[in-house]
């Protein structure tokens, strides 16, 4: 919840200096605002996260009893993302990654600006989808025996693609194992634009995620 908007490094120092305040969850709900958001001052608009932070947290505890999210974990991984998303300040982005990367371990779909791009280009879901919209679409796309590793996989390989041939700027197209299966790269390949530069035609093996190979 206090990551949006901000880089990684700056959300970690944050998270960091909560944790070296604060001992427990418990003492977090009960914090004053004003004292989270000075915790918090480095991310973006630390004035709306400080505030949501605490009512989230106030909200699971008087609804469940306990500040325990364990009551997502006997819900559908659908009906759960609905249930998060009813707090302030909680988008997709953020429910998957709770429901993920938590010790609930569900099989949710993360779609960070490397997922957009990727799948934009490769004609899955409209350049100007949202988180919410492309998550809509991609998901029924996966294999629907697939678990929180396998999910952990996909989002690692598509963020190596994204960093590595389908690049924001300029894609290596040419080099690249799904091209004959991307819009983007047929589109420019019709057009010889030049709008997509494709700087090789010269095949290559399919990217192996590190655990994988
Ligand atoms: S062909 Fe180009 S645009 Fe398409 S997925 Fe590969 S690198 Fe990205």
């Known amino acids: 919840m206090i990551g949006g908007l901000t880089h990684g490094d700056v959300s970690l120092g944050c998270y960091t200096r909560l944790r070296d305040h604060i001992r427990c969850w418990e003492d977090l709900r009960d914090a004053p605002v004003a004292e989270i958001h000075e915790l918090i001052r480095s991310v973006e608009i630390p004035e709306k996260k400080a505030p949501r932070l605490k009512a989230a947290l106030q909200f699971v505890s008087a609804s469940q009893g306990s500040l325990s999210l364990d009551f997502l974990g006997e819900m559908p991984a659908d009906a759960a993302i609905i249930r998060l998303e009813k707090l302030d300040g909680i988008g997709r982005k953020t429910s998957a990654a709770v429901l993920k990367f938590s010790t609930l371990r569900k099989a949710v779909l993360l779609v960070d ?20 919209k492309a998550y809509d679409t991609l998901m029924p796309l996966l294999p629907g025996q697939w678990e929180a590793d396998d999910m952990d996989n996909h989002h690692q390989l598509i963020k190596l693609h994204g960093q590595t041939l389908c690049r924001p700027a300029v894609p290596k ?27 090789s035609d010269r095949p290559v093996a399919p990217l192996r995620h590190p655990r994988l190979a």
């Open 113 to 132: 600006t490397h997922l957009l791009r990727v799948a934009a280009r490769l004609g899955l879901i409209s350049r100007k989808a949202s988180i919410e």
């Open 173 to 199: 197209c040419g080099c690249c194992p799904v091209r004959e299966v991307c819009s983007c790269f047929r589109s420019a390949r019709r057009s010889r634009s030049g709008s997509r530069p494709i700087q």
